[in-house]
C-alpha cells in the first residue's frame, strides 16, 4: 500500500525544498515500487511560481482529503504564507490525521502558525532562528540540528536538510537498508556528520552588527583559554545571567555551546591543513584532553578527529 506524501506549497517557496526530497522519495520507490504517492498542493491549485521562477504543477487543497505525511515547504514567501487562513487551516486538519507532519527549512513557520509545534522540538534555518524564537516562544526550538523528530512531528534546517530528512522518513518506513540505497544513489551522506552546516555560518558573519560581534572575535582568538560564562560576561562588561539570557537570544546558542563548536571548528581545520598531532591541536584549541576533543567531535561532527586527520592525509 502507497503512502500519501503530500507537498504544500505556496507563492515564492524554496524550490530544492520540494525536488530535494522528491527526488529521495523517488529513488525509495525504485527500490520499493509503490512505496510512496508524490502529491503537491496549494491553496488554488495550477501553477504555483517557486522564488526562483521555475513553477510546479499542484492540486488545489480542496481535492486532497487525507495523507500517510504532510510536507511544508519553506522559501522566501513562507511569511506571508502564515498569514493565509486557509493554508494554516488545511495544514492543521489533514496533519491531525495524517500520520506523521514534516517542515523542510523555514516551513516550520507554517506549522507553528497552525498550532502544532506549540510545546514540541523542531528546528528550522539558523538565519531565522531568532525571528522564530521571538514569534513562537512556545515552540523547543533547536538551531543547532539537522533535523528533529518529535513524536509524528518531524522538521529540518536548512534547504539540503530536506534531504536528510527524507532519508531519515525512508529509513522510518522502509528501513536502514532502502535509506542507504537511496542515500548512495543521491550521492549523499546517510547520516550527514556534523550538526546543522550553515551554523558555524552564524558565528563566522558574526552577528556583524550584533553586540556580541567583537566577544565572538575575542572567543576565536583565545580558543586555549577557559573562556567560562564568567569569563565572558566579564569580557562583554554583564553580569553572567544577563549575559547568558541575551547571548543565547541574540546567538541562538548558549555561550558553551558557541564556544564549544568554535573550538571543533578550530581543531577541524587545523587537522585538514596537517598542523600537528591530535595531542597538539586538542590543547591548542582549549580541550582540555583529547578524550573531550573526541567526544565533541563526535557530538557535533558525528566522527572523532582522528578520522579527520586520515581523511586529508
Known amino acids: 500500500m502507497s503512502r ?33 504517492e508524490l502529491v503537491l498542493t496549494s491553496r488554488t491549485g495550477g501553477a504555483v511560481a517557486s522564488s526562483s521562477g521555475v513553477t510546479l504543477l499542484t492540486l488545489p487543497f ?14 522566501e514567501g513562507v511569511i506571508e504564507a502564515t498569514t493565509c487562513t486557509e493554508i494554516l487551516a488545511f495544514i492543521r486538519d ?24 506549540s510545546g514540541r522540538k523542531a528546528t ?4 531565522r532562528s531568532a525571528d522564530f524564537r521571538r514569534r513562537f516562544p512556545d515552540v523547543d526550538l533547536d538551531a543547532d540540528r539537522i533535523h528533529v523528530n518529535d513524536e509524528k512531528l518531524w522538521t529540518s534546517a536548512g ?8 532519508l531519515a522518513l525512508i529509513a522510518d518506513d522502509l528501513g536502514e537498508k532502502v535509506a542507504r540505497q537511496v542515500a ?4 549523499v551522506y546517510y547520516r550527514r556528520p556534523g550538526g546543522q552546516s550553515q551554523y558555524s555560518a552564524l558565528l563566522e558573519m558574526g552577528m556583524q552588527d550584533g553586540r556580541f560581534a567583537s566577544l565572538l572575535d575575542y572567543i576565536r582568538g583565545n580558543l586555549d583559554k577557559a573562556l567560562t560564562v564568567g569569563d565572558l560576561a566579564e569580557q562583554a562588561c554583564m553580569s553572567p545571567r544577563h549575559f547568558a539570557r541575551c547571548f543565547t537570544a541574540e546567538i541562538g546558542t548558549t555561550p558553551a ?10 581543531a577541524s581545520a587545523a587537522l585538514e591543513s596537517g598542523n600537528g598531532s591530535v ?16 567526544r565533541a567531535f563526535i557530538r557535533l561532527k558525528g566522527i572523532p578527529p582522528s578520522a579527520v586527520k586520515r581523511h586529508f592525509r
Not at 17 to 27: H, Y
Not at 62 to 75: E, M, P, Q, S, Y
Not at 124 to 127: E, I, L, S
Open 159 to 166: 534547504i539540503s536538510a530536506g534531504i536528510d530528512l527524507s
Open 257 to 266: 555551546r558557541a564556544v564549544e563548536r568554535l573550538r571543533v571548528e578550530a
Open 279 to 294: 595531542q597538539l591541536v586538542a590543547r591548542e584549541c582549549g580541550f582540555t584532553d583529547v578524550e573531550r576533543m573526541r
Open 124 to 127: 528550522t534555518h539558523w538565519r
Open 184 to 187: 548512495r544513489q543521491l550521492v
Open 62 to 75: 480542496a481535492r486532497v482529503l487525507d495523507a500517510d505525511t504532510v510536507i511544508a515547504a519553506g522559501g
Open 4 to 36: 500519501q506524501l503530500v507537498f504544500v506549497v505556496f507563492p515564492d517557496f524554496q524550490l530544492l525544498d520540494v525536488t530535494g526530497p522528491i527526488a529521495a522519495f523517488e529513488m525509495a520507490n525504485r527500490a520499493e515500487p509503490g512505496a510512496y
Open 94 to 117: 489533514l496533519g491531525q490525521k495524517a500520520r506523521r507532519v514534516a517542515s523542510v527549512c523555514s516551513g516550520a513557520y507554517l506549522l507553528a502558525s497552525a498550532g502544532l509545534l
